[in-house]
């Protein structure tokens, strides 16, 4: 039996099994393998109504263009700021992602980021491996509580619900800030990021990425965060001005931060590794077995029930 054709934009090796399983399943065209992709796209173009992409690889204007055949993108990932969905929805074309499914594990790094900048968890590690405990050549500073304090988050969807209920078992007052307050949470809405900012003791950043958030926080929201604040990435890295943030954590003027994602990944700026104030993770909140695992079926599921029966099961649009 023929295999339905798919065109996979670039290796899922977020989960190693998931190649593998598209193969088995699909005629899978590799994008991220032909020499010339321009040539590559033009050979096949009249074949691909479908592609499968990551977070990280999207799916472009020129490659939604170049396919005039294409009906489904699905996505293995909840960001989307890399696909251009305004031409998407031009066409017609179904956009599926995986939602929900990272909702948990990303919250949770969240919170594994903001308690080990606040207590100096990471820095507390290297403290102990060099022996500076041991031989008493240095004291590791003090940190700052955690419970009781005021949590700020920029972007209250659901990976920002999952943080904000984390907050509560903390005993933190729970603020954030939206396009539009919700009533249906019994958080406290601040229409000004501004004014959030500077009502907070720790700032976590859950918005989407993309041309419209792109250095929402610039240095006077830091600033306003201060010395005494910590900030948490764990949307996009251009979600932030990092030169500005790395020039106020330097100073002294932010007092942490904790950052799973940047601006040019894999690049991290070399003066952020070496301040003992930031906490740095490669981009991995979603990265635990169950949750890539769920990652790849939901794709395969997208897939299929696209394949069979002309729709996807997690649109986007």
Known sequence: MTKPLILQVGSFNGHAPADGELAERYEVLEYWKASDKVAFLRE???????????????????????LPKLRAICTWGVGYDKIDL???ATRKILVSNTPDILNDCVADIAWGLLLACARNIGWGDRFVREN?????????????????KKLGIVGL????????????????QVSYHNRNARADVPYTYQPSLLELARDSDFLVL????????KHLINEEIMRALGPDGRLINIARGSVIDEPAMVHLLASGELGGA???????EPRVPDQLKTLS???????V???????????????????HSFFTQGKIVTPII
Do not use: Q
């Open 258 to 264: 904790g950052l799973d994602v940047f601006e040019d």
């Open 86 to 88: 305004e031409s998407a």
């Open 277 to 283: 104030s930031v906490v740095l993770m490669p981009h």
């Open 44 to 66: 096949h173009a009249n074949r691909i109504e479908v592609v499968a992409t990551t977070a990280n690889f999207g799916c472009s204007t020129e490659m939604i263009a170049a």
């Open 132 to 148: 500076h405990w041991e031989n008493k050549t240095d004291y590791l500073p003090h940190g700052a509580r955690v419970s009781g």
């Open 206 to 213: 859950a918005t989407v990425g993309g041309a419209g958030t």
């Open 285 to 303: 909140a979603s990265a635990t077995h169950e949750t890539r695992r769920a990652m790849t079926d939901c794709v395969l599921e997208n897939l």
């Open 157 to 172: 969807g659901r990976i920002g619900e999952a943080i904000a209920r984390r907050g509560l078992g903390f005993d933190m």
